[in-house]
């Protein structure tokens, strides 16, 4: 059975027919006019490029962004070449009437500096605190009626996927486009992949993307991280929030205690998995392992039991500062576990956070920090909504 947006041509005239994309496009190009954001970005980001007088930063913009609405096709040669084949009336709510051709596109991405991706990215951010999309920012409360809002931070590496190039004396040097966006990096299974950095800035309860950041190879994963603490900042201060009450959720990748401590330097609350499993060893976490269990949690979907150990104060460095730590341990099993470390048949995980107690119980934190307001399951979310 067909999809009931496949047209079947039985005739050879061309007859173009509209993709099922096509009103998503176009309603997101009228939002960024009647906004004024294209406008704004006609006046306040300037790109110097040869013979670039027909094609603007705006018309760019919107052909990109029309390509990332597209679910069909989601690689934008495709998305130009059908769009091409579209009447030019169809992109009347561009501001112009023909799309770029892709060779321009990708001449013009790669010319641009980065200048001009930080004054789009500031007018972005501008943008996004002068907007009220909600009554509320949203948040949760805690055991004390006391409001907290959580902003996931989720920095990720990811292997780029290429193919092998002939090296013969008759052809020329390979060479490969992503090679000024990815380098050689690791990503604890094997040397020398070729590997970019990426971070994700998103308010856990409206959804809303803040900022994002990336770099080639394994990157400054604690730099992006300190520039994802200027704008949550930026955002607090525009809603007139405690940093206090806003905790920073953060991975694996920054369970080390020297951007844990960037965090907390910053005024944030946080809560994070550590990779510090020396922690372990620290006498106040072997008396809470002795004891009996503070709590048991099943996770609800994956059926996991852990129980957890909670401990109300652990210095993170031997200097400081101190934290709280949720020790959860499980059974072991014949592979080596993903995620934590095993010791005598047991599996540890260690988490890391401020939140007070009794305010919040140990399960209270693990499920926090296991909730679905991730970035990945909020992006996952978004692509399954949309009609294919």
């Given at each position: 059975?067909t999809?009931?947006?496949?047209?079947?041509?039985?005739?050879?005239?061309?007859?173009?027919?509209?993709?099922?994309?096509?009103?998503?496009?176009?309603?997101?190009?009228?939002?960024?006019?009647?906004?004024g954001?294209?406008?704004?970005?006609?006046?306040?980001?300037?790109?110097?490029?040869?013979?670039?007088?027909?094609?603007?930063?705006?018309?760019?913009?919107?052909?990109?962004?029309?390509?990332?609405?597209?679910?069909?096709?989601?690689?934008?040669?495709?998305?130009?070449?059908?769009?091409?084949?579209?009447?030019?009336?169809?992109?009347?709510?561009?501001?112009?009437?023909?799309?770029?051709?892709?060779?321009?596109?990708?001449?013009?991405?790669?010319?641009?500096?980065?200048?001009?991706?930080?004054?789009?990215?500031?007018?972005?951010?501008?943008?996004?605190?002068?907007?009220?999309?909600?009554?509320?920012?949203?948040?949760?409360?805690?055991?004390?009626?006391?409001?907290?809002l959580?902003?996931d931070?989720?920095?990720?590496?990811?292997?780029?996927?290429?193919?092998?190039?002939?090296?013969?004396?008759?052809?020329?040097?390979?060479?490969?486009?992503?090679?000024?966006?990815?380098?050689?990096?690791?990503?604890?299974?094997?040397?020398?992949?070729?590997?970019?950095?990426?971070?994700?800035?998103?308010q856990?309860?409206?959804?809303?993307?803040?900022?994002?950041?990336?770099g080639?190879?394994?990157?400054?994963?604690?730099?992006?991280?300190?520039?994802?603490?200027?704008?949550?900042?930026?955002?607090?201060?525009?809603?007139?929030?405690?940093?206090?009450?806003?905790?920073?959720?953060?991975d694996?990748?920054?369970?080390?205690?020297?951007?844990?401590?960037?965090?907390?330097t910053?005024?944030?609350?946080?809560?994070?998995?550590?990779?510090?499993?020396?922690?372990?060893?620290?006498?106040?976490?072997?008396?809470?392992?002795?004891?009996a269990?503070?709590?048991?949690?099943?996770?609800?979907?994956?059926?996991?039991?852990?129980?957890?150990?909670?401990?109300?104060?652990?210095?993170?460095?031997?200097?400081?500062?101190?934290?709280?730590?949720?020790?959860?341990?499980?059974?072991?099993?014949?592979?080596?576990?993903?995620?934590?470390?095993?010791?005598?048949?047991?599996?540890?995980?260690?988490?890391?956070?401020?939140?007070?107690?009794?305010?919040?119980?140990?399960s209270d934190?693990?499920?926090?920090?296991?909730?679905?307001?991730?970035?990945?399951?909020?992006?996952?979310?978004?692509?399954?909504?949309?009609?294919?």
């Open positions: 059975m999809r009931s947006s496949v047209t079947i041509q039985i005739t050879p005239e061309p007859s173009p027919s509209t993709p099922s994309w096509m009103g998503e496009a176009a309603a997101f190009a009228q939002v960024l006019t009647h906004t954001i294209l406008k704004a970005i006609q006046e306040q980001v300037r790109f110097t490029r040869a013979r670039g007088c027909l094609i603007t930063t705006s018309s760019i913009l919107s052909s990109c962004s029309s390509a990332m609405d597209c679910r069909e096709n989601q690689r934008s040669m495709r998305f130009t070449n059908n769009s091409l084949r579209l009447p030019s009336r169809s992109w009347l709510s561009m501001p112009r009437n023909q799309l770029p051709h892709r060779s321009t596109l990708s001449r013009f991405l790669a010319a641009l500096d980065q200048a001009s991706v930080e004054a789009l990215r500031k007018l972005f951010q501008e943008d996004l605190l002068a907007r009220k999309p909600f009554a509320s920012p949203g948040g949760l409360f805690d055991r004390t009626e006391r409001q907290w959580v902003v931070v989720d920095g990720t590496r990811q292997a780029a996927r290429q193919r092998a190039l002939p090296q013969m004396e008759s052809l020329p040097a390979p060479h490969r486009r992503f090679e000024a966006v990815c380098t050689l990096g690791y990503l604890g299974r094997k040397r020398g992949e070729v590997v970019r950095t990426r971070t994700v800035i998103l856990a309860h409206t959804h809303q993307f803040l900022g994002t950041f990336g080639p190879g394994n990157g400054d994963y604690r730099g992006e991280l300190l520039r994802a603490i200027q704008v949550v900042t930026s955002y607090a201060t525009g809603l007139a929030f405690p940093l206090a009450q806003i905790l920073l959720r953060l694996g990748l920054y369970g080390d205690a020297a951007p844990l401590i960037d965090v907390l910053a005024g944030f609350g946080v809560i994070a998995r550590s990779r510090d499993y020396h922690l372990l060893d620290l006498e106040v976490v072997q008396h809470a392992l002795a004891r269990p503070d709590h048991m949690s099943t996770h609800p979907e994956s059926g996991m039991t852990r129980a957890l150990y909670d401990c109300k104060s652990v210095p993170l460095t031997p200097a400081g500062p101190e934290v709280r730590l949720v020790v959860a341990t499980h059974g072991g099993t014949s592979s080596s576990p993903a995620v934590g470390v095993e010791r005598d048949g047991m599996v540890y995980e260690l988490f890391v956070s401020t939140l007070p107690s009794p305010a919040f119980t140990s934190a693990l499920d926090l920090y296991l909730h679905r307001g991730s970035f990945e399951t909020v992006l996952a979310e978004l692509l399954l909504s949309r009609p294919v």
